[in-house]
């Protein structure tokens, strides 16, 4: 279940965004996003799995994201770019790239959901920066997968209604989906192509 907690998401964004730092000929940074929250396990007897004191802080992306899938709640979170990556000066390639399309952390933002039983999980994650289009994110988020040595092969496909470029994980086997509109990003992972369906028929 950790692996759809903020740890995987964190490790998302840090793909995302050295892949969108890359592109401006600087050296790839290094984000380092805030501690991961700490689950509250509260004790109950109507329910298995903890409950966890996750971040909303960019709800109008949060609220995109599908309130249940297969039957079962979506656990939510969202961060703002300043929620997620340290300002610090290692984040100066970051930066620099944001400035040279003309935005700054305040257009970065970050959703993610989850749903996770003993026997399998699936995560949906949406990423924006503000006013960048969404195909330049995919190709750079693609690109940067292979330059860290994930050997994936990506096909087009079109599930739940929307056009969406697919691959499978080398390590947990499940299938990426990647989809994009305006300056919106959807990555979706999951070993059930049904849950895929539904969660992408929802996105806009």
């Keep these: 279940?950790?692996?759809?907690?903020?740890?995987?998401?964190?490790?998302?964004?840090?793909?995302?965004?050295?892949?969108?730092?890359?592109?401006s000929g600087a050296s790839t940074p290094t984000p380092s996003p805030t501690p991961s929250p700490t689950p509250t396990i509260q004790a109950s007897a109507s329910t298995a799995l903890p409950s966890f004191a996750l971040p909303s802080n960019a709800k109008e992306l949060e609220a995109l994201l599908p309130d249940t899938l297969g039957?079962?709640?979506?656990?939510?979170?969202?961060?703002?770019?300043?929620?997620f990556v340290n300002s610090s000066s290692s984040n100066d390639e970051l930066k620099a790239w944001?400035?040279?399309?003309g935005k700054s952390l305040d257009d970065v933002s970050a959703a993610f959901g989850f749903v996770a039983s003993d026997t399998s999980g699936s995560a949906i994650f949406a990423f924006r920066v503000q006013g960048v289009d969404n195909s330049r994110l995919i190709d750079e988020f693609k690109t940067?997968?292979?330059?860290?040595g994930t050997n994936t092969t990506w096909t087009s496909a079109n599930v739940g209604g929307k056009n969406v470029q697919q691959a499978q994980d080398p390590d947990t086997k499940s299938t990426i989906y990647l989809y994009g509109t305006a300056d919106l990003v959807f990555f979706i992972t999951t070993n059930d192509p049904k849950l895929a369906q539904e969660a992408l028929s929802h996105l806009p």
């Design 1 to 23: 279940m950790n692996r759809f907690r903020a740890s995987a998401f964190a490790g998302l964004l840090t793909v995302v965004l050295a892949a969108c730092a890359s592109n």
């Design 71 to 83: 039957g079962m709640k979506v656990t939510k979170a969202s961060y703002k770019g300043s929620d």
């Design 98 to 101: 944001l400035s040279s399309v």
């Design 144 to 148: 940067s997968m292979s330059s860290s």
